[in-house]
């Protein structure tokens, strides 16, 4: 092989590394941390003239057209029990697609980009309140603090009592 030249078996060492390290975007929410798995993350942004939807479930903050779109605004404080923000900031949302539509999860703050091996995963614990424990798929103990991972799917699954405090 000549100079520069990648064998199959370098690409496949490679590729065994990265399928044990799974990456997350990092949110804050009532100042616990939470990881998104990148791939649901469509785009990170500030929502802007949200518009009620009557009768619409608390969690439900409303609706914004986010570049043509109209996307589904969804209180994540509200969603896992939180008291609501009252440091007088403004929230940030977490655009994500699920099933067709389009969706907005306000939080506090949005962190960074985090690698993680998949091995450190581990169950809810049995002690995590049972609003999060629907919603979550897992933990991650970091230097310090504990990762809750988001389950999208369950998050936005609105067909069960899933958005039920």
């Not at 995590?128 to 979550?136: E, F, I, K, T, Y």
Request: charged residues 25%.
């Amino acid at each position: 092989m000549g100079e520069g030249s990648v064998s199959a078996e370098d690409t496949t060492v490679t590729a065994a590394l990265s399928d044990d390290t799974i990456e997350f975007v990092t949110v804050l929410i009532g100042g616990q941390l939470f990881g998104l798995p990148i791939g649901r993350v469509q785009d990170v942004f500030m929502p802007d003239r949200l518009t009620r939807v009557p009768l619409a479930a608390p969690e439900l903050a409303g609706v914004l057209n986010l570049r043509g779109r109209i996307v589904t605004a969804i209180d994540m404080r509200v969603r896992l029990g939180l008291p609501p923000r009252d440091d007088g900031k403004t929230n940030m949302a977490v655009g994500i697609e699920h099933k067709g539509e389009s969706y907005g999860l306000l939080i506090d703050q949005v962190g960074e980009v985090l690698k993680v091996s998949e091995a450190t995963r581990e169950a809810n614990p049995a002690n995590l309140d049972s609003r999060w424990s629907r919603v979550a798929g897992g933990v991650h103990r970091l230097d310090g603090q504990l990762m809750v991972i988001l389950d999208v799917d369950r998050v936005l699954d609105t067909g069960t009592d899933a958005l039920a405090a």
